[in-house]
């Protein structure tokens, strides 16, 4: 999981950088290019800590919960403005690749890698037979 961090972390700055670079700050991009970096800052500091120790998913899935809403808000928002030809075509599509990429990792934070018994439930015969008591 830790590398997946980091390489989610580097993968939503870039667009979010180039966001800020190529189109400037404005009323379009301040807050999409300011939630992305700071999942991105936020991603890549987890990501770190988790290569040293055994982290929760707490964290990063509260701090991506949070920048999906924010970017998906507008994305949207975007999106109803691009076709009213109002906002630039590279703005639509830079929020809304920061936006897919933060989607997509949240779901592979709450749903991907998790061990056999977590899906199991472990209230079957076979699965308290496989898991060892000290205490019988």
Do not use: K
């Amino acid at each position: 999981m830790a590398g997946f961090l980091i390489m989610y972390g580097t993968g939503v700055a870039v667009p979010s950088l180039l966001l800020l670079l190529a189109v400037g700050p404005g009323r379009h991009v301040t807050v999409p290019a300011s939630a992305g970096l700071a999942a991105a800052v936020f991603s890549v500091s987890w990501g770190v800590a988790a290569t040293f120790s055994q982290q929760g998913r707490a964290g990063p899935t509260f701090v991506l919960f949070i920048a999906s809403v924010v970017l998906l808000m507008h994305s949207i928002s975007l999106w109803f403005e691009f076709f009213g030809q109002d906002a630039p075509l590279l703005t639509v599509a830079l929020v809304s690749l920061s936006c897919l990429l933060t989607l997509t990792f949240l779901v592979y934070l709450l749903f991907a890698e998790r061990p056999p018994s977590f899906s199991a439930g472990g209230n079957d015969r076979s699965s308290r037979r496989s898991q060892s008591n000290p205490f019988r």
